[in-house]
């Protein structure tokens, strides 16, 4: 693809020079049939529980309540809804820091197709931090071994969310607009 050089006017048509890109619209069905029989896991921070639920209620599942959040934090337990005619099974886990990534993954002896996971901007120093990524790492690992002995195709999807900074809460350092 090439853009269309246009002679310079008093205005530029941004338009036409970038390609169409366009979506259909969301389809349960088509979804359904692609994830048929599968376990998607969705682990991470309140943003995930967001969109945990949204898909929860796409597949038709509109009363998923909002204390099953809580509920999972509290209890570092996984909350599961079966979707697409109770052929898909979707699970969360509430782990703001995925300081415990195997035990979403393998809980009630499940190992899920897909996982998608997030740590969302919950501050922890840079030490801290590559500390207990590399252990997400090695679990991430652990899961993908298992998913080849079982021979099973998995697939992990990471959500990215700007990271918190230190002393992002303290009123001294309140910003009301981006800092150049």
């Known amino acids: 693809w090439q853009p269309t050089i246009q002679k310079p006017t008093s205005t530029i048509d941004h338009d036409s020079l970038v390609p169409s890109c366009s979506f259909s619209e969301w389809d349960a069905t088509d979804?359904?049939?692609?994830?048929?029989?599968?376990?998607?896991?969705?682990?991470?921070?309140?943003?995930?529980?967001?969109?945990?639920?949204?898909?929860?209620?796409?597949?038709?599942?509109?009363?998923?309540?909002?204390?099953?959040?809580?509920?999972s934090k509290a209890?570092?337990?996984?909350?599961?809804?079966?979707?697409?005619r109770n052929r898909v099974r979707l699970v969360f886990r509430r782990d703001d820091l995925l300081s415990n990534v195997s035990h979403a993954i393998f809980h009630n002896g499940t190992c899920p197709d897909v996982v998608v996971m997030n740590r969302g901007e919950h501050y922890k120093n840079d030490t801290v931090l590559l500390h207990d990524l590399r252990t997400v790492v090695d679990e991430i690992q652990s899961w993908l071994h298992q998913c080849c002995?079982?021979?099973?195709?998995?697939?992990?999807?990471?959500?990215?969310?700007?990271p918190g900074h230190p002393r992002c809460n303290e009123t001294r350092y309140t910003y009301s607009a981006p800092v150049n």
Do not use: A
């Open 149 to 162: 002995v079982w021979n099973i195709k998995c697939h992990l999807f990471w959500r990215t969310t700007v």
């Open 31 to 71: 979804f359904c049939r692609v994830t048929r029989r599968s376990t998607i896991l969705i682990i991470g921070d309140s943003l995930s529980w967001e969109h945990y639920r949204s898909l929860g209620h796409l597949l038709g599942k509109p009363h998923i309540s909002q204390k099953s959040m809580h509920t």
């Open 75 to 84: 209890g570092n337990g996984n909350i599961v809804h079966f979707v697409c």
